[in-house]
């Protein structure tokens, strides 16, 4: 009779969701209680003030939503702009690409410029485009920072010297849902208007809380189109209905009580660790990441060193060989999660996921069976090189910079 138990853990190496400390689950294990006791209050007002931290953000407004980045990203949009609102994006990834989907369904019109996968976006592109937006119809810019599609990180802080070269009032809006919590944010130095993250990446939490930080900014302008009739239409996502209840520690609706928790636990983690060891951690994973990469005599999908990202790596697979294969083989062999190709480098690509609460010997655990199932599929690489090439450089690195 065949096995229907497979012993130890799933080892799991995507992008998101990501691995959940012991704690975090613990924390997350607590009965139902009134979300509107005079007790409440005393978990979700420090929430509100802590998330920020994490943000790098003192002047900004946490909003906590029962919903999944796609959700915040609809609220950014609907809480500060208007029907046939004109904003400018770039596309290089299949989530840049889903946001530019969802802001041409809600009736926004979409300024698009297109970036080879590989890369991000292209901060002199956005500048020449809103100095020659003389009459400022643009009324927003939005940036995927991280695009773990093809393992690319963006340049925030060039895009906001590229909007105050042009002059220009765009808002500025950020998809943080796989950086935020992982790689250094600065919301304020930025000026970022609206930022976005989701619970199940580097805030170490299951799926369902979604995260948005908003300037003062973008409030005001979200005052200025309430009274416009083609605002477009929010309600459960409505930033009036949580400023009215949040200052005093309430929700307009019911909130994930165990998310809530868990939220309070994860910050706990990250400022024991401290967000610059947070930091420090992923880049050391990520470039032992590339290291065995290269030591494989592969490629991975950011066309530049400038564009990787600490938080996953897309390797690229020879032509002829099917990396959707290969993380099958991963899956039910091995019982090691690898994140799949999507959209244009579907098959093309298979990805290694380095974040959230990860050490070295869990990465170097991933970088084992990736060999393993490559050589395996007919990918034939050296057994043992990656691992060598990880290991030699995260021995020389420590993951704490104390």
Not at 192 to 219: F, N, R, W
Request: charged fraction near 20%.
């Amino acid at each position: 009779m065949a096995a229907t138990r497979r012993p130890g853990r799933n080892h799991l190496f995507v992008p998101g969701p990501t691995n959940i400390p012991d704690r975090v689950q613990r924390a997350m294990l607590v009965p139902s209680e009134d979300h509107r006791s005079v007790d409440f209050p005393a978990l979700t007002k420090p929430l509100f003030e802590d998330t920020k931290k994490v943000y790098g953000s003192t002047d900004g407004t946490i909003f906590l939503f029962p919903a999944s980045g796609t959700g915040i990203w609809e609220s950014a949009l609907t809480n500060t702009l208007c029907r046939g609102d004109k904003v400018l994006t770039a596309r290089f990834g299949q989530f840049s690409h889903l946001w530019i989907d969802m802001a041409q369904r809600i009736g926004l019109d979409v300024v698009v410029q297109e970036e080879a996968w590989g890369t991000g976006a292209d901060p002199q592109k956005i500048e020449e485009a809103l100095r020659a937006d003389t009459n400022h119809e643009i009324k927003a810019v939005m940036v995927v920072h991280n695009e773990t599609a093809t393992g690319v990180t963006s340049d925030i802080g060039a895009v906001r010297k590229a909007i105050d070269a042009a002059g220009h009032p765009a808002l500025l809006f950020v998809d943080g849902v796989s950086s935020i919590g992982s790689l250094p944010f600065r919301m304020d130095e930025w000026k970022v208007d609206c930022a976005i993250a989701g619970s199940q990446k580097g805030l170490m939490l299951p799926a369902g809380l979604g995260v948005i930080c908003v300037s003062p900014k973008a409030l005001k302008v979200s005052e200025g189109a309430a009274g416009r009739n083609d605002r477009l239409a929010h309600v459960y996502f409505a930033w009036e209905d949580h400023r009215k209840q949040n200052p005093a520690g309430y929700f307009p609706y019911t909130p994930s009580l165990p998310l809530l928790y868990g939220l309070r636990e994860a910050l706990a983690c990250l400022f024991e660790e401290g967000l610059e060891n947070v930091y420090h951690r992923h880049h050391v994973l990520g470039e032992a990441t590339r290291q065995a990469v290269a030591a494989w005599g592969l490629k991975t999908c950011a066309k530049d060193p400038k564009w990787n990202s600490d938080t996953v790596t897309a390797i690229v697979v020879p032509e002829g060989v099917d990396a959707a294969q290969i993380i099958k083989h991963a899956f039910v062999r091995y019982n090691l999660a690898l994140g799949a190709g999507l959209s244009q480098v579907a098959g093309k690509v298979f990805r290694i996921g380095h974040v959230g609460d990860l050490n070295e010997l869990s990465l170097l655990g991933a970088i084992a069976g990736a060999e393993m199932a490559m050589n395996d599929c007919g990918l034939k690489v050296t057994p043992g090189s990656g691992v060598a090439a990880a290991a030699n450089y995260l021995r020389e690195n420590p993951l704490n910079k104390n």
